[in-house]
Nanobody, 120 residues
Framework: QVQLVESRGGSVQPGGSLRLSCVAS????????MAWYRQAPGQQRELVAM???????NYADSVKGRFTISRDNAKNTVYLQMNSLKLEDTAVYYC??????????????WGQGTQVIVSS
């Protein structure tokens, strides 16, 4: 069992910044990749950014140059720094983790979601 706990989102004005964090805990031998997804009302959940354990980061075109994903392996934590926020960034943001357990079972887990509202 893997638990993902996200920080609280918030409400910001366009052009503002917000930082999300997500801590993974539980039966984790290795975190293969961590990612942030988001889902706006009436829309499908979409990948925002992904950071694998040893590879390069990957961003949605809509956030490139504005968002930065990073991770602290010692703390099993992933961050999403969001700058120059736009109205269209309003969504529920979900943390995702691809992990391997101590019994070598691979699991994909989701956080509970955190609301980000960009509004003037």
């Amino acid at each position: 069992q893997v638990q993902l706990v996200e920080s609280r989102g918030g409400s910001v004005q366009p052009g503002g910044s917000l930082r999300l964090s997500c801590v993974a805990s539980g039966n984790i031998r290795r975190i293969n990749a961590m990612a942030w997804y988001r889902q706006a009302p009436g829309q499908q959940r979409e990948l925002v950014a992904m950071i694998p354990s040893g590879g390069t980061t990957n961003y949605a075109d809509s956030v490139k140059g504005r968002f930065t994903i990073s991770r602290d392996n010692a703390k099993n934590t992933v961050y999403l720094q969001m700058n120059s926020l736009k109205l269209e960034d309003t969504a529920v943001y979900y943390c995702n983790a691809d992990t391997t357990s101590f019994s070598y079972t691979r699991t994909n887990s989701w956080g509970q979601g955190t609301q980000v509202i960009v509004s003037s």
